[in-house]
């Protein structure tokens, strides 16, 4: 009966060995075809990451060459600004001189007439005297 349960025993142990070999076959098959599917993928992606390492570039060239415009859009707002406040100047300015000018014009006609009125009536009033 020993025997028996020897050879059951080795029965046993050979249908393992047997089962084990057929795994450690499947899973070598397993293994080659996903190094197949990696290099597959691999040779697959390299060209769609290039492109898109090519694609950000360009997003960022074009972001740069926003940021340069932007910077000039502020230069030139600031340039207007200064214009700007340069003309509100020279109108305060012009404001200014007009309105001393029109004083000075304004006393100096009034300056005439009363000159004027003054020499008149002293013309008129000499003849008068005369007479």
Known sequence: MNQIWAGLIVIAFLV?????????????????????????TEELT????????QSLKSVRDV???INTVT????????????TGQNIKTLS??????????????SGLRAGIRTALEVLLSNIFLKKGDRQ
Not at 46 to 53: G, K, V
Not at 71 to 82: C, M, N, Q, R, V
């Open 71 to 82: 910077t000039d859009i502020k230069t030139f707002s600031g340039a207007l600004k200064d």
């Open 63 to 65: 972001s740069d060459d």
């Open 46 to 53: 390299r060209p769609t990451f290039e492109e898109l390492q």
């Open 16 to 40: 393992m060995v047997g089962f084990l070999i057929s795994l450690i076959i499947e899973l070598k098959k397993t293994a080659r075809a996903l190094r197949e599917w990696l290099k597959t």
């Open 92 to 105: 305060t300015l012009l404001e200014q001189v007009t309105s001393s000018t029109l004083i000075k014009a």
